[in-house]
Structures are given as structure tokens and as C-alpha cells.
């Protein structure tokens, strides 16, 4: 029973003694006096933690910035449809016959598409600069495209010759097939990741901006009110006349509202530039869906007649076409002005591929799909026209970011000598005051 009350009772008890030594420590008007010193010295690291967290915000949201970001999710764009194309025409060379003028204008195509990925590879490196998360997503292309590259190689060499070495043009279609796979799984899904990446920085410009301007001028404003708060303290306490460390701290303080007032003078109209944009960043969208989704429409019906599709049937493969040939959306209204050029495409690849492998006449069908052929051609022109209503737009957006000012320079640093200085003017003014009390 003793045992017991000793295990109750010594609870409270310690948690008294606990606060009896808080208690003798906080009294001594001395060392509140210090206490009062280190509290204000947090809050100065705190101002000048968020000034330089609020110099990125602006440099992000400044003209510099949003255009290299907006020029950089324009490649990431075209790098997607240069691989899409490379790979077409990789497919495509594949079921043209050996001799033909189309097998050597698909490798031409090939070629250009992989020199087009490259050139696009070099020129964004140049945006990027020293950020490292940037320079990750390039390379994560870079780094694969010779992987696809050789397993293409590999590919063509084996089937040089169908006629003559039918094994070795079996065994060429496996290679392909991993090819193509390896391309959707790994090259385009970075390209995309890429063109996210960059897309996301734009629309989080704003968003972080409005967020810094606030906390950047807000957090000064309470540290000057804190300090206001101390010389009253010190001036009560000691009965003496106000601290001049402390008037040197508040001057400090009152020149980083100052100075962050002056150098957010940029943001009213990097914010409406910002806000335009977002509109026209999700119309760009639409039309980039669309293109992914016909290039992958053309892509599978070089599969298709490659008899790399064979898991799934012939009207499975219909249906996933028209779906992602927007056969079935005519009403969409960012296609809607190419309908006509859709339903072209669809029309001719319904009457040219598909009835005629049903009815078994695969020459022919592939004759429509490859250059010149129908199918090829419908395409062509319906990809031409969405291709150049999306340079159009990504131009519209562009015009409109070049147009945002230039972030402030030297935002970060300043407000960091600042808060240095009312850190010593805060130090010598406790430390006097301390001194004379004792």
C-alpha cells in the first residue's frame, strides 16, 4: 500500500519541481531580459529564412523563369511526338517492302525524328541550368534512347532481307515489338513526365508567389511589433531611457519591409500575365491529349499490320482506334474545326486497313498505311493541322509570359544583412541593459 501512495504521489510531485526550477530559472528580470534577446534573434532567422524562400518565389514567378519553363514544356512536347514519329517510321520501314522507295523515305524519317530528339535534348539543356531536378528529366531520356535505339538496330538487320531469311525477319518483329514496348513504357512516359514537370512549375508560380509576398512582408511586420513590445518591456523594467541596440533592430526591420515592398513591385503584373496563361495552358492540353492519343492510333495500327497486336482481335483493335483516333468524338470542341480531316482518317482507315484484313488482303493494307497509301495521307494532313493549331497556341503562351517583368535582384540577400544587423543592434542592446540591471 505504501509502495502504491509513494507511485502516485510522486507524479505530481515531480511535475512540481519541474515547474518550481521554470519558475526560478524565467523570474530573474535578467534572464528574461535574455530570453527576450534569443526569442528575437529566432524570429530574425525566421525573416530572413523566409525572404530567401520568398527571393526564389519571385525568381520563379520573373520573366527568366516562366519562359524558359514555358520553352521547355514546349520541347518536352515535341520530344514526345519525335519519338512517336521515330517510331512509326521504324514500324512503318518494317512492313515496306525491301526495295521500295517508301522503306528508304521511312528510314529518312527514322533518322530525322532521332536527329530532331537529340537537337531538342541539346537546346533544353541550355534551360535548365544549374537545377538539378530539371537536368534529371532530360537525362532520363538521354540516358534510354540508346537503348531503343539499338534494339531498332537489331531489329532491321535481322529482317534486311524477309524473303531470303524468314527466321531471321521473325526474330527481327520480336525485337521490334520490345522495342515499341520499351518506347511507350519508358521514353514517352519521361517525355510526358518532362512536359508535367515543366507545366506544373508555371502554374505553381502564382501560387507560391501570392503565398511569399505575404509571408515575406507579413513576418517582418510581427518582428517589428515585437520589438515594440520589448523596448516597452526594457523601458518598464529598468526605468531607464529605450535601448539604441533595439532602435538600430526595429530600423533594420523597418528597412526590410521596406526593401521587400519595393522589390514585389513586379508582381501585379507577373500576376495577371500568370493568370492569363492558366486558361491557355489548359486548352494547350487538350489539343497535346489529342495528338498523344491519334499518334498512338497510327502507331498501333503499324503494330496491327505487323502482327505485333495479336492479343487482341481484329474489331478490339477497330474499337481502339476509333477511340483514340477521336472517331467517336466529333463533338469535342478543341477538334471540332478539323472534323472533317478526323473523320477523313477514320474513314479511310476503316474501308482501307480494317475491311480489308477481314477479308484478308494485307498487302493492300499495308499499302494504305504507309506513305502515300490512304490511310497515310489522311493522317498526314489531319496531324499537320493539329500540329500547327498547337504550335499556335504554345506561341500565344509564350507571348504572353515574355511579357512578365524581370524577378528583383539581390531580394534574398539584402533582407539577410538586414536581419545580421538588427541581430547585433538586439545583442548589444539586451547585453547593455542586463549589465546595468545586475
Same mark, same amino acid.
Given at each position: 500500500?505504501?509502495?502504491?501512495?509513494?507511485?502516485?504521489?510522486?507524479?505530481?510531485?515531480?511535475?512540481?519541481?519541474?515547474?518550481?526550477?521554470?519558475?526560478?530559472?524565467?523570474?530573474?528580470? +535578467?534572464?528574461?531580459?535574455?530570453?527576450?534577446?534569443?526569442?528575437?534573434?529566432?524570429?530574425?532567422?525566421?525573416? &530572413?529564412?523566409?525572404?530567401?524562400?520568398?527571393?526564389?518565389?519571385?525568381?520563379?514567378?520573373?520573366?527568366?523563369?516562366?519562359? =524558359?519553363?514555358?520553352?521547355?514544356?514546349?520541347?518536352?512536347?515535341? *520530344?514526345?511526338?519525335?519519338?512517336?514519329?521515330?517510331?512509326?517510321?521504324?514500324?512503318?520501314?518494317?512492313?515496306?517492302?525491301?526495295?521500295?522507295?517508301?522503306?528508304?523515305?521511312?528510314? /529518312?524519317?527514322?533518322?530525322?525524328?532521332?536527329?530532331?530528339?537529340?537537337?531538342?535534348?541539346?537546346?533544353?539543356?541550355?534551360?535548365?541550368?544549374?537545377?538539378?531536378?530539371? =537536368?534529371?528529366?532530360?537525362?532520363?531520356?538521354?540516358?534510354?534512347?540508346?537503348?531503343?535505339?539499338?534494339?531498332?538496330?537489331?531489329?532491321?538487320?535481322?529482317?534486311?532481307?524477309?524473303?531470303?531469311?524468314?527466321?531471321?525477319?521473325?526474330?527481327?518483329?520480336?525485337?521490334?515489338?520490345?522495342?515499341?514496348?520499351?518506347?511507350?513504357?519508358?521514353?514517352?512516359?519521361? &517525355?510526358?513526365?518532362?512536359?508535367?514537370?515543366?507545366?506544373?512549375?508555371?502554374?505553381?508560380?502564382?501560387?507560391?508567389?501570392?503565398?511569399?509576398?505575404?509571408?515575406?512582408?507579413?513576418? +517582418?511586420?510581427?518582428?517589428?511589433?515585437?520589438?515594440?513590445? =520589448?523596448?516597452?518591456?526594457?523601458?518598464?523594467?529598468?526605468?531607464?531611457?529605450?535601448? *539604441?541596440?533595439?532602435?538600430?533592430?526595429?530600423?533594420?526591420?523597418?528597412?526590410?519591409?521596406? $526593401?521587400?515592398?519595393?522589390?514585389?513591385?513586379?508582381?501585379?503584373?507577373?500576376?495577371?500575365?500568370?493568370?492569363?496563361?492558366?486558361?491557355?495552358? /489548359?486548352?494547350? $492540353?487538350?489539343?497535346?491529349?489529342?495528338?498523344?492519343?491519334?499518334?498512338?492510333?497510327?502507331? /498501333?495500327?503499324? *503494330?496491327?499490320?505487323?502482327?505485333?497486336?495479336?492479343?487482341?482481335?481484329?474489331?478490339? *483493335?477497330?474499337?481502339?482506334?476509333?477511340?483514340?483516333?477521336?472517331?467517336?468524338?466529333?463533338?469535342?470542341?478543341?477538334?471540332?474545326?478539323?472534323?472533317?480531316?478526323?473523320?477523313?482518317?477514320?474513314?479511310?482507315?476503316?474501308?482501307?486497313?480494317?475491311?480489308?484484313?477481314?477479308?484478308?488482303?494485307?498487302?493492300?493494307?499495308?499499302?494504305?498505311?504507309?506513305?502515300?497509301?490512304?490511310?497515310?495521307?489522311?493522317?498526314?494532313?489531319?496531324?499537320?493541322?493539329?500540329?500547327?493549331?498547337?504550335?499556335?497556341?504554345?506561341?500565344?503562351?509564350?507571348?504572353?509570359?515574355?511579357?512578365?517583368?524581370?524577378? +528583383?535582384?539581390?531580394?534574398? =540577400?539584402?533582407?539577410?544583412?538586414?536581419?545580421?544587423?538588427?541581430?547585433?543592434?538586439?545583442?548589444?542592446?539586451?547585453?547593455?541593459?542586463?549589465?546595468?540591471?545586475?
Amino acid at each position: 500500500m505504501a509502495g502504491a501512495t509513494l507511485a502516485t504521489t510522486s507524479g505530481p510531485a515531480t511535475r512540481s519541481g519541474r515547474r518550481g526550477r521554470l519558475r526560478r530559472l524565467v523570474t530573474p528580470t +535578467p534572464n528574461r531580459m535574455l530570453l527576450i534577446g534569443l526569442g528575437l534573434t529566432l524570429l530574425f532567422g525566421v525573416t &530572413a529564412i523566409v525572404g530567401g524562400l520568398a527571393a526564389q518565389a519571385a525568381a520563379d514567378a520573373g520573366r527568366d523563369s516562366v519562359t =524558359s519553363a514555358a520553352r521547355m514544356s514546349g520541347n518536352a512536347q515535341a *520530344l514526345y511526338r519525335s519519338l512517336a514519329e521515330a517510331d512509326a517510321a521504324a514500324t512503318g520501314r518494317f512492313l515496306a517492302p525491301p526495295d521500295s522507295s517508301q522503306r528508304g523515305e521511312l528510314e /529518312d524519317r527514322y533518322q530525322q525524328a532521332l536527329s530532331e530528339v537529340r537537337r531538342l535534348l541539346g537546346e533544353s539543356a541550355g534551360y535548365v541550368g544549374a537545377d538539378p531536378d530539371r =537536368s534529371a528529366g532530360l537525362a532520363r531520356i538521354a540516358n534510354q534512347l540508346p537503348v531503343y535505339v539499338g534494339l531498332i538496330e537489331k531489329a532491321q538487320h535481322l529482317a534486311r532481307d524477309p524473303r531470303a531469311e524468314p527466321k531471321n525477319a521473325l526474330l527481327g518483329a520480336a525485337y521490334l515489338r520490345q522495342a515499341s514496348g520499351y518506347l511507350r513504357s519508358i521514353l514517352l512516359p519521361a &517525355a510526358e513526365r518532362l512536359w508535367d514537370e515543366e507545366t506544373a512549375r508555371l502554374r505553381e508560380a502564382r501560387q507560391d508567389g501570392q503565398l511569399a509576398l505575404f509571408a515575406s512582408i507579413g513576418v +517582418p511586420v510581427l518582428v517589428i511589433g515585437a520589438l515594440w513590445w =520589448s523596448q516597452r518591456y526594457l523601458r518598464t523594467r529598468t526605468k531607464r531611457r529605450i535601448s *539604441l541596440g533595439l532602435v538600430l533592430a526595429t530600423a533594420a526591420m523597418l528597412g526590410t519591409v521596406g $526593401w521587400l515592398v519595393a522589390s514585389w513591385r513586379h508582381w501585379p503584373q507577373a500576376n495577371q500575365r500568370l493568370s492569363v496563361t492558366g486558361p491557355k495552358m /489548359d486548352e494547350h $492540353w487538350e489539343l497535346i491529349r489529342v495528338q498523344r492519343s491519334a499518334l498512338q492510333a497510327r502507331s /498501333d495500327d503499324h *503494330l496491327r499490320l505487323g502482327g505485333n497486336s495479336n492479343e487482341f482481335g481484329l474489331e478490339d *483493335l477497330q474499337k481502339r482506334f476509333e477511340d483514340n483516333a477521336g472517331c467517336t468524338d466529333l463533338d469535342n470542341p478543341d477538334t471540332a474545326p478539323m472534323s472533317g480531316l478526323i473523320t477523313a482518317w477514320c474513314t479511310a482507315q476503316k474501308a482501307d486497313i480494317h475491311q480489308k484484313e477481314l477479308v484478308g488482303e494485307h498487302a493492300a493494307a499495308i499499302a494504305a498505311a504507309l506513305p502515300q497509301g490512304s490511310v497515310a495521307t489522311a493522317f498526314e494532313r489531319y496531324d499537320a493541322e493539329l500540329t500547327r493549331k498547337i504550335d499556335e497556341r504554345e506561341e500565344i503562351i509564350f507571348r504572353e509570359l515574355a511579357r512578365t517583368p524581370h524577378a +528583383p535582384d539581390s531580394m534574398g =540577400s539584402v533582407v539577410l544583412v538586414l536581419c545580421l544587423i538588427a541581430t547585433a543592434g538586439v545583442t548589444v542592446g539586451i547585453w547593455v541593459r542586463v549589465r546595468e540591471y545586475q
